[in-house]
């Protein structure tokens, strides 16, 4: 029996195609119609409407000056929570991952798989990756990016604590 696997590839692809061609109609639609672009359309000291008048050729930008953000210190009351929130649930994450790696489990991540031989190789993991958070979290405080600060360690927060859920409830 001879399986058609070309037939099933191009099928994908070809969804993908018309699926992305369907969504650039509206942008088509958006053309200006050629009749108002005709020239002799525009009499001289008159406007007619619906008629386009062109551009001028060049334009002067003023530069804007933004409002400085406010800033904060780096050890302020939010970052120290976040940072110690993310530092339990890398160690809770730790603890689950090394009692499902010891009664037989693996381990799903394949950046921490390479870790995951020993114990102390798995802890050396965990504990980088919250201090790759805090250290991710100071350059986006000394590059003024102070949402993104606090979100690098909501993110990891949120990683570890669907890590966790995930690992108890495949026990």
């Not at 802890?123 to 000394?142: D, P, Q």
């Not at 102070?146 to 604590?161: C, D, P, Q, T």
Request: aromatic residues 8%; glycine residues 10%; contains cysteine.
């Amino acid at each position: 029996m001879r399986i058609n696997w070309f037939g099933g590839v191009l099928k994908h692809k070809v969804a993908i195609l018309l699926a992305v061609l369907g969504l650039c109609g509206p942008a088509l639609a958006q053309e200006v119609s050629l009749a108002l672009l005709q020239p002799g359309t525009i009499q001289p000291g008159t406007i007619q409407p619906g008629a386009i008048a062109p551009a001028p050729m060049v334009t002067s930008v003023q530069p804007a000056t933004l409002p400085e953000a406010p800033s904060h210190r780096f050890w302020d009351r939010q970052n120290s929570i976040l940072f110690a929130t993310s530092a339990a649930f890398s160690a809770a994450d730790f603890v689950v991952t090394r009692d499902n790696l010891r009664s037989g489990g693996q381990e799903l991540n394949p950046v921490t798989r390479i870790f995951s031989g020993t114990t102390t190789g798995l802890a050396v993991n965990f504990a980088g990756e919250t201090v790759g958070v805090v250290g991710l979290s100071y350059v986006f405080h000394k590059t003024g990016h102070h949402k993104l600060e606090r979100a690098v360690s909501m993110l990891n927060i949120g990683a570890s604590g669907a890590a966790v859920t995930y690992d108890l409830a495949h026990r």
